[in-house]
């Protein structure tokens, strides 16, 4: 497995616990100020560490690394007056204990800051099962928190491929059966993607293949919109802005 692979992948799930666990600091952080949670724990953190964003509503909207600060700095506090039955010295290890190179705290760190070229796979597995293991501590589970993170993103680029371009030719009096047929099968696999990512692949895959030309050439004799004509409109709603591709 490429490094780049194993820092992705590892990002991408850092990035789906890091909700769950802003929750669960909020809640602890309000029960302790139930006013001023903000100013008397959350503001000296980041003073501390030199952050200066506070357009923030909720704590699920930091990065992972001050929200695991915070964890770390109020331990203590948390785990003596809390009720919940997650401030364990297990957990500690697992989130913050930077001495454990498999904690949440230290694959954050290392993910951000990678200081090697080459990433055994036995290190990927490690960070995998602590990010496991800390969506079952924060009660749900790491393909629970993935689906949740991917699935309106996937929506969004589905329903616009499907609605602009797919059910409308399916609905096509005109088109020929083995383009109709082609059609049903694209319609298939791209429901089967699990990520927006997947739709992405899959959709740029079609727009260079030989079928996929085919295709296109029998929608434009007919003045029908195809993967062409939406591709911006595909590639702003995934990338955040028109990502055009240089011919």
Same mark, same amino acid.
Request: charged share 30%.
């Given at each position: 497995?490429?490094?780049?692979?194993?820092?992705?992948?590892?990002?991408?799930?850092?990035?789906?616990?890091?909700?769950?666990?802003?929750?669960?600091?909020? #809640?602890?952080?309000?029960?302790?100020?139930?006013?001023? /949670?903000?100013?008397?724990? &959350?503001?000296?953190?980041?003073?501390?560490? @030199?952050?200066?964003?506070?357009? /923030?509503? !909720?704590?699920?909207?930091?990065?992972?690394?001050?929200?695991?600060?915070?964890?770390?700095?109020? $331990?203590?506090?948390?785990?003596?007056?809390?009720?919940?039955?997650?401030?364990?010295?297990?957990? $500690?290890?697992?989130? &913050?204990?930077?001495?454990?190179?498999?904690?949440?705290?230290?694959?954050?760190?290392? %993910?951000? !800051?990678?200081?090697? $070229?080459?990433?055994?796979? +036995?290190?990927?597995?490690? $960070?995998?099962? +602590?990010?496991?293991?800390?969506? &079952?501590? =924060? @009660?749900?589970?790491?393909?629970?928190?993935?689906?949740?993170?991917?699935?309106?993103?996937? #929506? #969004?680029? =589905?329903?616009?491929?499907?609605?602009? %371009? %797919?059910?409308?030719?399916?609905?096509?009096? %005109?088109?020929?059966?083995?383009?109709?047929?082609?059609?049903?099968?694209?319609?298939?696999?791209?429901?089967?993607?699990?990520?927006?990512?997947?739709?992405?692949?899959?959709?740029?895959?079609?727009?260079?293949?030989?079928? @996929?030309?085919?295709?296109?050439?029998? *929608?434009?004799? !007919?003045?029908?919109?195809? *993967?062409?004509?939406?591709?911006?409109? &595909?590639? #702003?709603?995934?990338?955040?802005?028109?990502?055009?591709?240089?011919?």
């Amino acid at each position: 497995m490429e490094s780049i692979r194993i820092l992705q992948d590892t990002y991408e799930k850092l990035y789906a616990i890091t909700p769950p666990l802003g929750d669960l600091i909020e #809640k602890e952080l309000r029960a302790l100020s139930p006013q001023f /949670w903000r100013d008397d724990y &959350v503001t000296r953190i980041f003073q501390k560490k @030199g952050f200066l964003k506070d357009d /923030w509503a !909720h704590l699920y909207e930091i990065d992972s690394y001050y929200l695991l600060e915070i964890l770390r700095e109020y $331990w203590r506090d948390f785990s003596t007056y809390s009720e919940s039955r997650f401030f364990t010295k297990e957990n $500690w290890d697992l989130f &913050v204990n930077k001495k454990n190179k498999s904690s949440i705290i230290s694959i954050r760190n290392e %993910v951000s !800051h990678p200081e090697y $070229w080459n990433y055994e796979i +036995s290190t990927y597995n490690a $960070w995998h099962e +602590s990010l496991e293991k800390a969506a &079952v501590a =924060l @009660g749900s589970s790491l393909p629970e928190l993935l689906y949740e993170l991917h699935e309106p993103e996937r #929506k #969004k680029i =589905l329903d616009i491929i499907l609605n602009r %371009v %797919v059910n409308p030719a399916l609905q096509s009096t %005109v088109l020929p059966p083995e383009i109709l047929k082609s059609i049903e099968d694209t319609k298939n696999r791209l429901e089967m993607q699990n990520t927006a990512s997947g739709i992405m692949a899959f959709f740029t895959d079609a727009l260079h293949s030989e079928r @996929g030309k085919q295709i296109y050439e029998a *929608f434009e004799k !007919h003045g029908m919109a195809s *993967f062409e004509s939406i591709k911006d409109e &595909v590639q #702003k709603a995934y990338y955040g802005t028109a990502h055009l591709e240089k011919e």
